[in-house]
């Protein structure tokens, strides 16, 4: 049995090498929380192990960007923006190292609001990876306030973490992209009643996307779940939550979202999560087998253990025609998925599939 420290670095060594699939020669950003450098430094090595050219590191919090933000961010974007149209001219890569309940920066409203105007004028990094222009992966990391948060040890944590990252999807892809669905209808004991309607000729996507060149790579680390983006209007129904939502350093427990014809009518999401007329909409559904209830306070596991459908931005992958989906500059994914779940699916010509019963899936699996 390898030691934990091992199982860390033969982790980082999968991201890197499986994960983001680097080629010699790429260009790789690292970003992650400053609270993590030490993580940061790992995987920084692991990258010129594999033959990166060179590796640039940004955190997302610390003293740093503290001090850029309370001088004025609007001093620095103009850097910012030639920073990134050079790493674009040269086709970088992007790993993000995500760990939540690191210690947040200490800013006022109007810095935060300054900061995300100024974070706006760089939505074309954002366009350049939704375009498949390069690789970019993103993967959990344990740190001690997260680990603190679930009640377990950090070791503790980054158990559970290698554990997702081994387990793979038993659902077969191609069986459920044969079988023309039209609608998936799911039902829960939590009161979760919702039908979402499937665009036309849309194929049903895993945790593998190609780049431009043909690169394969994963975007999602650890990722076990079965997605598509639905029509933009054709999500009728309410959710309820089965596990709590995390967002930007808020924490919304029992919540509750209700659709017609698509728009949500009613919600106790709040503001931190409805931001704009886009979170109004769905932007993706995604069908994942129940196997693990615990609460991880994060999207990036919670979401790999249910159903879950998200607001926002709708991947176009797989989607034949885009104009039927919703656009947006955010995407939440909301957990409704349990041990009752119940999924059914109809083809377009009116045959009824039993994909999930009791939180599982009972489809063609892979196995």
Not at 88 to 101: A, G, Q, Y
Not at 299 to 319: F, P, R, V
Request: some cysteine; glycine content about 6%; hydrophobic content about 35%.
């Amino acid at each position: 049995m390898q030691n934990l420290e091992t199982r860390i670095i033969d982790y980082f060594e999968s991201i890197v090498h499986k994960g983001l699939n680097l080629e010699k020669g790429q260009i790789v950003e690292i970003v992650g929380s400053f609270y993590i450098k030490d993580y940061i430094e790992l995987i920084k090595k692991a990258c010129l192990d594999f033959g990166a050219s060179f590796v640039y590191i940004k955190y997302t919090d610390g003293l740093e960007l503290q001090n850029k933000i309370s001088n004025g961010y609007h001093n620095y974007i103009l850097d910012e923006i030639k920073y990134y149209k050079y790493l674009i001219e040269n086709k970088f890569t992007r790993i993000v190292l995500t760990s939540p309940f690191t210690i947040p920066l200490p800013l006022n409203k109007n810095e935060i609001l300054e900061y995300r105007n100024c974070q706006r004028e760089l939505n074309f990094v954002n366009d350049y990876f939704k375009n498949l222009e390069a690789q970019r992966t993103i993967a959990a990391v344990a740190n001690c306030y997260w680990a603190a948060k679930l009640k377990m040890t950090e070791n503790e944590l980054w158990d559970n973490i290698l554990s997702f990252e081994k387990k793979e999807s038993n659902i077969d892809i191609s069986w459920l992209n044969s079988l023309n669905l039209k609608k998936l209808k799911f039902e829960t004991k939590l009161g979760t009643n919702i039908s979402v309607e499937l665009t036309d000729d849309f194929k049903f996507q895993n945790k593998y996307l190609y780049t431009k060149k043909g690169i394969k790579f994963e975007p999602n680390i650890p990722c076990l779940e079965v997605y598509t983006s639905p029509i933009k209007y054709g999500v009728n129904g309410i959710l309820y939550s089965s596990k709590p939502l995390y967002y930007k350093g808020s924490v919304i427990e029992n919540y509750y979202v209700k659709f017609k014809d698509g728009h949500v009518i009613d919600q106790n999401l709040g503001d931190a999560i409805m931001l704009d007329d886009t979170m109004y909409y769905s932007g993706e559904i995604a069908l994942v087998n129940l196997f693990d209830k615990t609460n991880y306070y994060a999207t990036i596991l919670n979401e790999n253990t249910g159903c879950h459908l998200a607001l926002g931005y709708a991947y176009d992958y797989g989607i034949s025609d885009v104009r039927l989906i919703n656009s947006s500059d955010h995407h939440v994914d909301l957990v409704f998925g349990d041990d009752s779940t119940e999924c059914i699916g109809i083809s377009k010509d009116g045959e009824k599939y039993i994909l999930f019963k009791e939180g599982k899936y009972i489809g063609k699996t892979n196995d």
